[in-house]
């Protein structure tokens, strides 16, 4: 996580941005650590990276790049200019942790990946393109890492990322939003999750979408008593956290954490492979 200390909305990139509407920062502070000790609570680990000064949306560490389990990074490249300094210190930060780093491109040179766009899932890495991410970055993926990589067309500016309109919450289950998706994709997403809870416009609109489950526990930032049903149905405890001054930027819980122990061993295949939505 990256603590919002310098959390402001400077510029506008996505619908929820508006540059006459800044988070309080006293509150702000108050619900990231609500988050934080959260997560300790539900018996997660917690890395803090200092935000830079500079990169004002670096408090969506969800972001910063892509790792996994055995210590592998794919850095982000950032579709817009303004973010780009945030992987200067996510490099130093993942290098100097271990991890191996690689690139799908830098400074604009290269296909945009942006980390909020990928989970693993299934049998393969699904990765959200369009909006953020681009199709080539799908492939770079593939083939550095050797791994199968699903992508989803995402239609919807309003759910630019992946992690706004599907999140996994146990081996089959995810919540999804297939508006998000345009119709070849929602067929792939069909596929890639036997058993979808499909959110209605406003529980995806509420965020609810982006989730974190930590073991047992899902903390959410809105949960309607339809979905609480379903999720404790499940054997999930639900915690929900207001975290309204990070909506202001377009993001809520789970943008605003990275996890570090994505698993890539069951997705593995030689050479690599990309199936994209026809
Ligand atoms: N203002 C940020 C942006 O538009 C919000 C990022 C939200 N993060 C996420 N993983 N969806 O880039």
Request: hydrophobic share 40%; aromatic share 8%; with cysteine.
């Amino acid at each position: 996580m990256v603590r919002p200390d310098h959390y402001r909305i400077d510029y506008v990139i996505n619908p929820y941005m508006s540059t006459q509407d800044q988070p309080d920062p006293e509150l702000a502070t108050k619900q990231w650590e609500s988050l934080r000790q959260a997560i300790v609570d539900a018996g997660g680990t917690v890395e803090v990276l200092e935000q830079r000064p500079d990169s004002p949306d670096m408090v969506y560490a969800m972001n910063v790049g892509l790792a996994t389990a055995d210590g592998r990074a794919m850095l982000s490249h950032m579709r817009f200019e303004p973010r780009r300094k945030e992987s200067l210190s996510a490099a130093e930060w993942f290098t100097s942790n271990g991890f191996a780093l690689s690139r799908t491109g830098s400074e604009g040179v290269g296909p945009h990946f942006e980390s909020g766009d990928a989970f693993v899932f299934g049998d393969a890495l699904v990765v959200g393109y369009g909006h953020r991410s681009e199709a080539l970055a799908l492939k770079h993926l593939a083939t550095e890492w050797n791994i199968r990589v699903r992508g989803l067309r995402i239609a919807h500016e309003g759910m630019y990322h992946l992690d706004l309109p599907f999140c996994p919450v146990d081996s089959t289950h995810a919540m999804v939003y297939p508006p998000a998706f345009d119709a070849a994709s929602r067929v792939q997403l069909e596929q890639i999750v036997p058993d979808p809870i499909v959110l209605t416009d406003e529980e995806a609109f509420a965020f609810s979408g982006n989730s974190v489950v930590v073991g047992e526990t899902i903390l959410m930032p809105d949960c309607s008593p339809r979905l609480r049903e379903i999720l404790t149905g499940l054997g999930l405890r639900v915690v929900v956290l207001d975290l309204s001054e990070f909506h202001k930027g377009g993001g809520s819980a789970r943008c605003m954490t990275n996890p570090l122990d994505f698993d890539l061993s069951g997705i593995g295949i030689p050479g690599g492979e990309v199936i994209l939505p026809d």
